[in-house]
């Protein structure tokens, strides 16, 4: 166990490393050159190398990329071109908007999800079931960015039901999940939708294995197999896809917090990308990979907890 | 069950007789029939759009601006007195196309880089996983917004985008799927016969896995057309003149106090594409993947 974790976190800052980098030299070899937009259309060839040799730009790439992998180790990304003020401390400042929400949207989906995907799988094809499987594979299907939209023109403008935009107010808890609950009905709507259907698909199978029939012969309480046995195993899955899913949450969640004017790492980048800010979008994305890399690595782990087939495998 | 472990039971079991049985239980299936329905008349409607748009859908026409839908206009016109039914119609061309092709290329790439990995040595399996494992590292929407802006923004941006991110997700399956099949015992007869790796590959493993994975191309499909509106709506991917269901999101989106049913028209097309697709892709799941397939 210690052997996989250790695998699994080393595997997890070399991918974090490799990403930087990648992402360092696919930035320098653009064709829009950031250089260039730093210091205008007006600056001279001298301002420009004089520029690229202050930022460490003039040396060779292998060390320019570590030079740049040091300075993020210690925090460093860079100063935001308009504000003057280390890019992260904004990111810090507004990672947190963004977690809020990806996190409620993850309760939501699991907290809707599993319990239907569960259901469905006792009444086996049911009209419940039916039902559920239809309308999973539909909130699926339709953007967030559509549902979004639409459920902001419903319950904010036509029936007042919900705040349209912000964050709600400061230190008042009760208005700010007030003006969580559309942003996060956008974002995880489709992971509800999507755990269920694993869910299910889950149930299905490690009901139908030997040991359940093996527990039932026992003559085990059918309530204690479900939830004691069967339930725990069908729950995996849906642990590695939550990992996986904080990527598309992140994406997901760019839409909601533009839609809804809400602040958070998504709108930030946003309104630096559309200023050409590129400290603060390079910042975000090293950010966002970091955050998604360590979602992954951190649900492997607690797969392997639960499921011991896993660790052996990889063992 | 994993997503991994059904391609592979399917990779076992399509073969070319599984293929009539596969069609006529997609045909059995209503919602696989709903999703093709869907599927088609979007196909229809965007190759034919010049023939069907009622309207130029550049044409300007200002006193009719805001038009809600009507007969005259199915969908409403947008501020500047466009028609938005025709200018969704040639949206449809740029969704299919950014699909098709970002679809085709990702996964020509992705087998490639699979098959290499299966059958090279260890140190290029290592590597070439790490090297997958590592573009999906990046959250596609925002790495988009990051990178979008410095290639310019437009259709091969947004083409060059959704291939590099879904790379790895046919990559890291074929390569499965291969290992897998390798493992068969008419493999390992046709190895002991001398057979060379290159008949291995196009003979026996490409017809087995071939099957399971357009299936799940055409999976990927809405979430492509879906990423394609998003950038599109972000600013980093279609530009006018070219119209794009995202574009159009976002015009509306502008306009949502005024007149709401503009952004309402606009997401019309892409909830059609993006139930159309996945309806279809499920369905075509369940009729060629015994182990998904429903209990009688």
Redesign the interface.
């Known amino acids: 166990m210690l052997r996989f974790c250790l695998h699994r976190i080393v ?1 997890g800052f ?3 490393i ?2 930087i980098s ?2 360092y030299v ?2 320098q070899a ?3 050159d ?1 250089i260039a937009l730093m210091v205008g259309p007006r600056a001279t060839p001298e301002m420009i190398s004089a520029l690229k040799e202050r930022l460490g730009l003039d040396q060779p790439m292998p060390v320019q990329i570590f030079n740049f992998l040091t300075g993020v180790a210690q925090g460093d990304l860079g100063l935001d071109i308009k504000t003057r003020r280390p890019v992260i401390d904004e990111v810090l400042e507004q990672l947190p908007h963004t977690l809020v929400l990806i996190l409620a949207s993850v309760i939501l989906a699991a907290g809707l999800g599993i319990p239907l995907g569960c259901y469905s799988a006792l009444h ?2 049911s009209w419940a079931d039916r039902l559920v499987g ?1 309308l999973s ?2 909130v ?4 967030s ?2 549902i979004a ?2 459920g ?2 419903l319950f904010a ?2 029936l007042r039901w919900l705040p349209a935009i912000g964050l709600g107010e400061r230190g008042n808890i009760l208005d700010q999940l007030h003006h969580l609950i559309m942003p996060a009905i956008a974002v995880g709507i489709g992971w509800v939708g999507y755990l269920a259907r694993l869910v299910r ?2 149930m299905l ?1 490690v009901l139908n294995e030997d040991y359940i029939t093996n527990a039932r012969a026992f003559g085990l309480p059918e309530r204690w197999i479900t939830f004691r046995y069967a339930l725990r195993i069908a729950v995996a ?1 849906t642990i590695t896809v939550l990992g996986i899913g904080v ?2 949450m ?2 997901s969640a ?2 909601a917090e ?2 809804f004017a809400r602040p958070g790492i ?1 709108k930030m ?2 309104d630096a ?2 200023v ?1 800010n590129y400290p603060v ?2 910042g ?2 090293l950010a ?2 970091i955050l ?2 360590a979602a ?1 690595t951190v649900s492997d782990l607690i797969n392997a907890l639960i499921d011991p087939r896993i660790r052996e495998a990889q063992e | ?2 997503r991994r472990d059904s391609l592979v039971a399917a990779a076992k079991s399509t073969g070319r007789s599984g293929f009539q049985r596969g069609f006529q239980n997609l045909l059995a299936d209503p ?1 696989g029939v709903f999703g093709l329905l869907l599927v088609l008349t979007l196909v229809f409607l965007a190759v034919f759009a010049n023939f069907i748009a009622p309207y130029d859908p550049a044409k300007i026409d200002v006193p009719s601006k805001f038009l809600a839908p009507s007969w005259d206009h199915l969908l409403g016109t947008d501020e500047l007195g466009r028609d938005m039914f025709s200018r969704a119609l040639y949206g449809g061309r740029v969704a299919l196309k950014v699909a098709l092709v970002s679809t085709f290329a990702a996964l020509a790439i992705g087998t490639f880089l699979g098959f290499l990995a299966a059958f090279g040595p260890k140190w290029l399996d290592h590597l070439i996983v ?1 090297f997958l ?2 573009i999906r ?7 988009a ?8 923004a437009g259709v091969w941006t947004v083409i060059g985008i959704l291939v590099a991110t879904t790379i790895p997700y046919y990559g890291r399956i074929v390569r499965t799927a291969t290992l897998s099949v390798m493992q068969s015992e008419f493999i390992d007869a046709e190895r002991a016969m001398g057979a060379s790796i290159w008949r291995i590959t196009v003979i026996h493993i490409l017809p087995n896995i071939i099957g399971p994975i357009l299936i799940l191309a055409s999976m990927d499909i ?1 979430v492509i057309i ?1 990423a394609e ?2 950038l599109s ?4 991917g279609i530009k006018p003149p070219e119209t794009s269901w995202g574009l159009m ?1 976002d015009q ?2 502008k306009f ?2 005024r007149t ?1 049913w503009m ?2 028209s606009a ?1 019309i097309p ?2 059609i594409a ?2 159309g ?3 279809l892709g ?1 369905a075509l799941r369940d009729a060629f993947d015994p182990k ?1 397939k429903r ?1 009688p």
């Not at chain 1, 699926?140 to 953007?143: D, E, G, K």
């Not at chain 2, 709506?233 to 980093?236: A, D, E, P, S, T």
Request: proline fraction near 8%; hydrophobic fraction near 60%.
């Open positions: 595997l070399v991918i974090v490799l990403a990648t992402l696919l930035v653009a064709p829009g950031p086996q094809n239809i594979v539909s699926i299907a339709v953007p960015l559509i939209i639409y902001m023109i403008v036509h698909a889950a199978e899955p990527g598309y992140l994406g760019v839409f533009i839609v998504g980048m946003y990308v559309s050409r979008t390079m975000v994305v966002s990979t998604l890399v992954t | 069950m994993s919602m790490l494992d590592t590292a990046y959250p596609t929407i925002i790495l917004l990051a990178v979008g802006p410095m290639f310019g809405p879906t509106a998003g709506f972000l600013g980093v999101l509306g989106y949502i106090g709401p952004v309402i997401g892409l909830i993006t139930l697709f996945t309806f499920e998904f209990e």
